[in-house]
């Protein structure tokens, strides 16, 4: 069960501040894909305004992505969001400290962003929050789920199912959710059939989040502590 980790693109990471393996540049691009509206998020929180923030998590970014900072990763009880968090933090405080923006990785953007997004994404979910851990962690977990959902679509559309996933997953919380009822006449499935399906997909959705989780950890033990800090982010 252990060796499920061995290969998640945190671990290659780590591996590589050791001198050991390969594909760490990569696996640290892809992990910055994928948590750059976080950051932003918490950069706002911080109180820097849009262009301060999207111009911090670039230099933020950019730093991760130098080989020189593979020499400072730690394991940070095998996971990434902590590292992140106590990183951007320091990164912040560097910047207040010399008075100065860093300007989007030296004039190279190295991560592409869509700033319009984060910001409406920050605006929704986390402007409210009470710290900018707590604006991070509302972001991240969310992202976590909307990135799992899409796989779930994805496999729903190769397999025939696009209709049932489009029913039970709605865009828009501003659609009426339709009955079974109506489904089942729509779809030309039995209600006992759509609920079936129904629970299906949801399990298989939790099977994904967890996935998802598991690319930024290093063991069970980590994946555990970050299922639960993903449910206490979404209860905010």
Known sequence: MADEFLTTRWSLVLAA??????????A???????VWRPLY??????GCSQQDAEDAVQGFIASLLSHQSLTRVGSEKGRFRSFLLGGMKHHLIDLADRNRAAKRGGGQALISLDATDAEQSYLSLAAETDSPERAFDRVWALDIMQRA???????????GKAAVFQAFFQDSSSQVAEDYAGL???LNMSVTALRTLSMRLRR???????????QQVTSNDALDEELNCLRAALLD
Request: proline fraction near 0%; glycine fraction near 8%; charged fraction near 35%.
């Open 17 to 26: 501040a050791h001198g050991e393996g390969s594909g760490a540049a990569a």
């Open 204 to 214: 298989r959705w939790k099977e994904l989040i967890r996935a998802e989780l598991a």
């Open 28 to 34: 640290m691009e892809n992990l910055c894909r994928d």
């Open 184 to 186: 089942s006449e729509r």
């Open 149 to 159: 959902k899409q796989r779930l679509g994805e496999e729903c559309q190769a397999s």
């Open 41 to 46: 998020a918490y950069a706002r929180r911080w």
